[in-house]
Nanobody, 120 residues
Framework: VQLQASGGGLVQAGGSLRLSCEVSGGTFRYAMGWFRQASGKEREFVAANGWSGRTTQYADAVKGRFTISRDGTKNSVTLQMDNLKPEDTAVYYC???????????????WGQGTQVTVSS
């Protein structure tokens, strides 16, 4: 099983970016989500979408600005990031899990990470 993430890049504060992640090599319908790690800091939870696509969870820091959604027919998830702030700058990692994607849970699979940089 592999996770292929795409998107990211450089944007000015207040701008938008979209990240996508797709699972390949497996048929199990995973819960999926995103974590991020800023330079010198620990990896932190950002957002998650349950295996059915009907449940979502967000970190307080991104609520109201980020939206996670998944393709109903694929094991893929998209993170729409709006009103970006310099403090959102980090490497973003896609994750997939047979159980729950949430803070404190071990993930079954990780993507390769994609850089998001927000300039002030």
């Amino acid at each position: 099983v592999q996770l292929q993430a795409s998107g990211g890049g450089l944007v000015q504060a207040g701008g938008s970016l979209r990240l996508s992640c797709e699972v390949s090599g497996g048929t199990f319908r995973y819960a999926m989500g995103w974590f991020r790690q800023a330079s010198g800091k620990e990896r932190e939870f950002v957002a998650a979408n349950g295996w059915s696509g009907r449940t979502t969870q967000y970190a307080d820091a991104v609520k109201g600005r980020f939206t996670i959604s998944r393709d109903g027919t694929k094991n893929s998830v998209t993170l729409q990031m709006d009103n970006l702030k310099p403090e959102d700058t980090a490497v973003y990692y896609c994750a997939a899990n047979r159980g729950v994607v949430a803070p404190g849970y071990a993930m079954d699979y990780w993507g390769q990470g994609t850089q998001v940089t927000v300039s002030s």
